[in-house]
């Protein structure tokens, strides 16, 4: 009994909550408006967590990684804008 209050201690203690795809951010920094395509984006971040689209066919994604835990948390996010080819405009925003 002893030893399963322990382990149950344990998975407690090191609980996490974890959304969306972990990425790095230097990945982020290597990307070339007018070269990067969106399919070498999500290559390299994943699936995006939310995409807009303009009425010129271009799109702007977002993609986040958040994760908490007892012993510390990490959160980072990026917004980059595609035109209508799929290739890189501009990145919009970096949180890390």
């Known amino acids: 009994m002893k030893k399963l209050m322990i382990i149950a201690a344990i998975c407690t203690l090191t609980a996490c909550a974890t959304r969306g795809q972990k990425f790095e951010m230097s990945d982020v920094e290597h990307f070339q408006p007018g ?3 969106y399919e070498e984006v999500v290559e ?3 699936k995006p967590k939310s995409q807009n689209f303009s009425q010129d066919g271009g799109k702007s994604a977002t993609w986040i990684y958040v994760r908490a835990s007892i012993a510390g948390s990490e ?3 990026t917004r980059l804008l595609f035109d209508k080819d799929g290739k ?3 990145v919009m925003s970096k949180v890390e």
């Open 35 to 37: 070269v990067t395509t």
């Open 44 to 46: 390299k971040l994943g």
């Open 75 to 77: 959160s980072k996010g």
């Open 88 to 90: 890189l405009i501009r």
